[in-house]
């Protein structure tokens, strides 16, 4: 038989050991979250190493914002010669930018009519000296090419009309590679407008903006666009 208030002393013993189980859990809860905030810690770590060792961007100063070297020059990123370029005029404003050190690929001179650009020999001395240029260019396997028999440029010879700027240079120095002499490239006469649009703005592209420009070769900033 067991003793009067023994059950309730093995009871009462039981909700003891329940109550320290409890605690005992809660403690080690308690340092287990502990423990996991350093992993937080340590990936906001990882993230701002990540930003720190990423390249700085074209641009970017060491602040993270813009560098002074590339505020957008006046005029925004257009220039315009409203009365149009010749030959020699895109000669000089190509070795101009070149000189500044901007690339080929670094701007476009755009104009508002389509072939607006031609490969071309300057008019020469009578047709028969335009004659013999176009056998010699026969010779050398050029088929494409038209005399000038008229105006201004009487006893030129065309070599062709292009779209876009690049299109007349790569042509232009494919006729010298075949050994052509004289070769020009420009746009056509009479299209009007040359736009000088920047395509890469870089601290080389601003100071030549800036100027000073050829003479004779100052260009306009273009027009807002509406």
């Not at 502990?34 to 074209?58: C, E, H, Y």
């Not at 010879?157 to 292009?162: I, K, M, P, R, S």
């Amino acid at each position: 038989m067991h003793r009067p208030g023994s059950g309730l002393r093995r009871l009462t013993l039981l909700l003891l050991v329940l109550n320290v189980a409890v605690l005992l859990a809660g403690w080690a809860g308690s340092r287990w979250l502990g423990s996991a905030n350093p992993l937080q810690t340590f990936n906001a770590d990882k993230i701002r190493l990540l930003r720190d060792v990423r390249p700085m961007q074209a641009g970017e100063a060491e602040t993270g914002g813009p560098s002074a070297a590339q505020t957008p020059p006046a005029g925004g990123n257009c220039r315009i010669w409203k009365d149009g370029l010749d030959a020699a005029g895109v000669a000089q404003v190509e070795a101009y930018l070149r000189r500044d050190g901007v690339g080929a690929r670094d701007y476009d001179l755009v104009l508002s009519t389509r072939q607006g650009w031609w490969v071309f020999i300057p008019p020469m001395a009578s047709m028969a000296a335009v004659q013999a240029v176009m056998d010699d260019a026969r010779a050398r396997g050029i088929q494409d090419m038209s005399p000038i028999r008229g105006g201004p440029l009487a006893n030129a010879l065309a070599l062709g009309t292009f779209s876009s700027l690049d299109g007349a240079r790569r042509h232009a120095a494919e006729m010298e590679q075949k050994g052509l002499q004289g070769v020009r490239y420009a746009p056509r006469p009479g299209v009007g407008a040359v736009r000088l649009e920047i395509v890469r703005e870089s601290p080389a592209m601003h100071r030549a903006l800036a100027g000073p420009w050829p003479p004779g070769l100052v260009p306009q900033d273009c027009p807002a666009r509406r």
